[in-house]
């Protein structure tokens, strides 16, 4: 049941203030164009229903005849894209999404617990078609759901939007967006030979409607060099192949999607738009680039020193973060650091095992140690998504039995037993005036302060995108078969690879059948993102992780089976779990093979590579805090094991 706060959030989303210079007989052909496109919707829905109602049998001839329908359906859909995506984009959901169930994963968990959603509408529709045995009933029920979702965008709430010009440039960045990081994937469009042709009726329609927006609001109209560069790039789709697997993705990327969101920041900087919608809460109005490690914010990376500004007051608590990241003063034995298992030279994962010891050094944990590596961009932190922030997560660590065992009370006790941390923790206590005292929170935020700083580093396919430097051919091929054939992009989103997509306050959950070993005779039995929110569909779900430094964290997978990135590779290939033959009745990866050759799986790796981060060298501390407490001086830089 979603609860009141949603709602809230809802109301908010769509309350604009109205502001516009523009004449109201000329923001009205704006307006008319949308209702006409929603009801042109509608229209195709209701005559898709009509058609499904008549339907005796679910022959061949049938079927095809239901699926030219559904086609024609998606053609106007796609013209509605812009606002509706933008608008409401989990009522979108129910019009063309693309899974039967989700489950709520969005930014809005950090409010509220998850709810589950099912899904509806065209897509779902059109890959029911093809199954064995088709119900009429469940397929009247997607259409008749599809047909109630679009009634929504006609709502006041969401119509009243459009009589200022503050929504239009923020749905524009998110139609950016997605046009990098969805539309040429397939990631919700199931006949793959339409993906490119649907995207190119996306760009034409919507080079309509910014022509009728700039008539509309002529004090706020598109910028000339904008419309050229979207002109350009309607003629380079034109001129490409059709087909998804051959169509350059990247000089699509490079050369026209990523510099018309760079013209679009600008107008959104210019024009002075505000937004009030809650799809824009992770996005930042000042990134030039979609591939601008500030594009989007997933975590606050200050933690309880939120309140500070200073660079020089916020380098001293990294230097005392980076002290304590070394320093075994926060296990129950003083022994074991977070470096112990997080090694800053292995980009803050352990490389030599599977799984790292547990405190007692007589088992070993149950899931592989994570890179800390852009950490901060996940909304949920953990691979079953456990915690909300970074801080509940180190401290989460730091308290854990298993890991460093100790209690809030005795690390404070330790750390403010020495000079060096307790000089700086009472002098920025001042800072958080919500604590009297200092806590376990102030060490947890002053810790990730230190390693999510670390998270700024780009890559060299990110400096190619910046500085339109060409690349390889083995790196191009990779990343254009990532993006297509692969099928790497529809979890793994751009720019960050990971599971979080536009518009960004989201992280992906999927299921893919990683096995309890090599020999592939049994499925991991980790639970995962069922742990923290039983359903069926959670049973062993894992927050898609980036591939971003992959090249340099090694073993893979939450329980770390593979060693090498060819084995993964062969995994997915194979497709997951169910398609090497175990049973995973929950799976989302298609078990069908990729059909993947040996050449096309080593530009995949040479395109994951290039995606490794240039980070500078880290040099542990020369030595720790000196502690009052003698028995504590004896603790050795970065722990013990």
């Not at 060298?617 to 001086?633: D, E, F, G």
Request: proline fraction near 4%; hydrophobic fraction near 35%.
């Amino acid at each position: 049941m979603k609860k009141t706060i949603f709602f809230l959030l809802l109301f908010f989303s769509f309350f604009v203030f109205i502001s516009s210079s523009s004449r109201p007989e000329d923001v009205a052909i704006y307006t008319s164009l949308y209702k006409e496109k929603i009801s042109a919707l509608k229209k195709q829905q209701s005559d898709l229903l009509a058609l499904i109602h008549k339907t005796d049998s679910f022959s061949p001839d049938n079927i095809s005849q239901l699926l030219k329908k559904i086609g024609e359906t998606r053609s106007v859909l796609k013209e509605t894209d812009f606002w509706l995506r933008y608008f409401e984009p989990i009522v979108y959901k129910k019009i063309n999404g693309p899974l039967p169930v989700e489950w709520e994963t969005e930014v809005f968990e950090k409010f509220e617990a998850p709810y589950k959603r099912e899904g509806a509408g065209l897509t779902l529709a059109e890959q029911y078609l093809d199954e064995k045995e088709i119900n009429k009933d469940t397929l009247t029920r997607l259409i008749t759901q599809s047909l109630e979702a679009t009634n929504v965008f006609l709502a006041d709430s969401i119509t009243r939007n459009l009589n200022t010009h503050h929504h239009f440039f923020l749905a524009n960045r998110m139609f950016l967006l997605n046009l990098a990081a969805v539309y040429t994937t397939g990631f919700e469009c199931p006949d793959t030979s339409r993906i490119i042709p649907e995207m190119l009726h996306v760009l034409e329609s919507t080079q309509n409607l910014y022509y009728i927006f700039s008539q509309s609001f002529p004090s706020f109209k598109i910028q000339d060099n904008y419309i050229r560069l979207f002109e350009q790039t309607i003629s380079f789709v034109k001129n490409q192949p059709a087909s998804y697997t051959r169509f350059d993705h990247f000089s699509f990327i490079q050369n026209f999607i990523n510099p018309l969101y760079q013209l679009n920041q600008g107008m959104i900087l210019a024009y002075k738009v505000r937004s009030s919608n809650f799809n824009d809460y992770s996005l930042n109005k000042q990134a030039k680039s979609i591939f601008d490690k500030s594009l989007f914010t997933g975590q606050n990376k200050k933690g309880v020193y939120i309140g500070i500004d200073d660079e020089l007051q916020l380098n001293e608590l990294k230097e005392i973060g980076k002290l304590l990241f070394y320093d075994p003063i926060l296990s129950v034995n003083n022994k074991r650091s977070c470096a112990s298992c997080h090694k800053p030279t292995q980009y803050f994962t352990d490389t030599t095992v599977a799984t790292n010891q547990q405190l007692d050094q007589k088992g070993f944990l149950s899931r592989n140690t994570p890179s800390l590596m852009n950490v901060a961009q996940n909304h949920l932190i953990m691979m079953d998504g456990k915690h909300i922030s970074l801080e509940n997560q180190a401290s989460d660590v730091i308290t854990n039995p298993l890991e460093m065992g100790s209690t809030a009370d005795e690390v404070i006790k330790k750390v403010m037993s020495c000079d060096d941390y307790k000089t700086v923790f009472k002098k920025y206590l001042k800072a958080t005036p919500q604590y009297e005292s200092v806590n376990l929170e102030h060490i947890a935020s002053a810790i990730m302060l230190y390693y999510a700083d670390l998270s700024s580093y780009y890559s060299p396919f990110d400096k190619a995108i910046f500085e339109k430097k060409p690349l390889s051919s083995d790196i191009l091929n990779g990343f254009n078969l990532f993006m297509s054939k692969a099928q790497c992009a529809t979890c793994h989103f751009v720019p960050q690879f990971n599971g979080t997509k536009p518009p960004y306050v989201g992280s992906e959950f999927e299921v893919i059948g990683v096995p309890a070993d090599t020999s592939f005779k049994t499925v991991s039995a980790d639970k995962g993102r069922h742990g923290i929110n039983p359903a069926k569909e959670t049973h062993s779900a894992f927050r898609t992780g980036t591939v971003r430094n992959a090249g340099y964290t090694k073993p893979y997978m939450h329980n770390g089976v593979f060693k090498t990135l060819e084995e993964v590779i062969d995994f997915y290939d194979a497709g997951g779990g169910a398609g090497k033959g175990l049973y995973i009745s929950n799976q989302t990866l298609s078990s069908d093979s990729l059909k993947l050759t040996k050449n096309e799986k080593k530009n995949i790796i040479a395109f994951i590579n290039s995606l490794n981060e240039e980070i500078p060298l880290q040099l542990p501390p020369a030595k720790l805090p000196i502690s009052k407490n003698k028995t504590l001086n004896n603790r050795v830089v970065g722990g013990e094991y």
